[in-house]
């Protein structure tokens, strides 16, 4: 078994490689596609790019029983696809961001950014069952830490460096540099030998089961006793606050009137490293508070951060002057505390997954809360153009306060 540094640092790689397209897709070119006048409801037809994040369940049960023994189970999975992702970017780099205007170019443009989600994705099922069978229960708060800050580290890069260098580099040598580091943080896992997978035998009579049953029996799990069943309620509506207000946040600093720079540097990357802060006060929280109490304050703070970005698009639409300085405040304390939940959840979702299932479990849970978050990415765009800033963001934080109520139930459940 590797030491516990060399773990954390492996996840840590793996996570800021696979959060570098993910930073781009998420948060450079929602401005891009803004910039160049496309619409909110096309920038939010944007989120079928993310599809595989959320069918990812559907492939899962594969990662986790084939695999190659001798160089590591999930080991065999997370190299191709680190190296598969390394030659869509630089297949990438050479379509022109001028040409993205003609069909055929834009087809190509999205074809490829929907196979480095495929994936993107796959490399996610396996980084996630490789660290729920060698992380034991004192480091997974930790682990989930060193995921969160690696990922975050990847949209400061893949989001908000790739707009401010937009400004000076050109398209091709911002995409190599891109497929560089990826290749680059592939390096700890080629150096890794996997400990030894905890294999679940099924038995010959589920072995012959019927594949539906065999569903009915895998989803039981998460509903035959109340405390899962409530945590399955979490799961549900955890995302939705954010699935509606994500693709509205960027346009609404072109809105203003930010500059790609200002975005880039002052707004993404700011906030990715205020991101990074959040995720090790969570880590650090999380040794002194339980997690549950952890998930309500923090999804109380989060409520806070949506109501003032409502409070800046009133401003906005009130034609009121807005000092950016408040702009950057409200933006790096949202990515804050929303790091801050993301650690506590995944740590609780690692919790959830049982060693045998790792990758199906850790991926039907967050599979749960990115479809959810998914489908309203792409609802959101719509209801954005048809009520405006203001009124939609006022809306979405009273739902985020709604989805403290399921939340509570689940505590209440521990007791």
Not at 25 to 33: F, K, N, Q, R, S
Not at 339 to 365: C, E, I, P
Request: aromatic share 12%; with cysteine; proline share 4%.
């Amino acid at each position: 078994m590797p030491s516990t540094p060399h773990i954390y640092i492996l996840l840590f790689s793996l996570y800021w490689a696979q959060g570098l397209p993910v930073g781009f897709m998420t948060h450079a070119l929602p401005v891009i596609l803004r910039a160049q006048g496309v619409s909110l409801a096309h920038i939010g037809g944007f989120g079928l790019l993310m599809l595989p994040w959320s069918i990812k369940i559907f492939w899962a049960p594969w990662v986790d029983r084939f695999g190659h023994a001798a160089s590591g189970h999930y080991r065999s999975w997370i190299i191709p696809t680190q190296l598969l992702s390394v030659v869509v970017l630089i297949g990438l780099s050479f379509l022109p961001i001028q040409a993205l205007n003609q069909p055929e170019y834009l087809l190509a443009f999205f074809v490829a950014l929907l196979s480095m989600n495929l994936v993107g994705a796959t490399q996610d099922i396996a980084t996630d069952g490789l660290a729920v069978n060698m992380l034991h229960s004192q480091q997974q708060h930790w682990g989930n830490t060193f995921q969160v800050i690696g990922s975050r580290l990847g949209f400061i890069v893949g989001g908000g460096a790739i707009l401010w260098a937009l400004d000076w580099l050109h398209w091709q040598s911002t995409f190599l540099i891109l497929a560089g580091l990826v290749l680059l943080n592939t390096l700890p896992i080629l150096w890794l030998k996997e400990p030894q997978r905890l294999k679940h035998m099924p038995s010959s009579t589920e072995a012959g089961t019927f594949r539906w049953q065999k569903i009915k029996d895998y989803l039981a799990y998460f509903y035959r006793e109340q405390n899962l069943a409530a945590w399955l309620a979490v799961l549900i509506t955890f995302k939705i606050a954010d699935g509606l207000a994500g693709p509205l946040l960027k346009p609404l600093m072109v809105d203003i009137g930010l500059t790609f720079s200002q975005i880039g540097i002052y707004v993404t990357m700011l906030g990715a490293v205020a991101a990074l802060i959040g995720a090790g006060l969570a880590g650090f929280s999380l040794k002194y508070v339980s997690r549950e109490h952890a998930l309500l304050g923090f999804s109380i703070l989060k409520i806070f951060t949506l109501a003032a970005y409502a409070w800046l698009a009133i401003q906005y639409e009130a034609q009121r002057s807005i000092d950016v300085r408040i702009i950057y405040l409200i933006n790096a304390a949202e990515d804050m505390i929303s790091a801050m939940l993301l650690v506590v959840m995944l740590t609780l979702v690692m919790q959830y997954s049982r060693k045998h299932l790792a990758g199906t479990d850790f991926t039907f849970q967050v599979a749960l809360m990115a479809t959810v978050s998914g489908g309203l990415y792409s609802l959101s765009g719509i209801l954005g153009d048809l009520l405006g800033y203001a009124s939609y963001l006022s809306l979405i934080t009273v739902l985020a306060l709604l989805c403290i109520f399921p939340i509570l139930r689940w505590k209440n459940s521990l007791l």
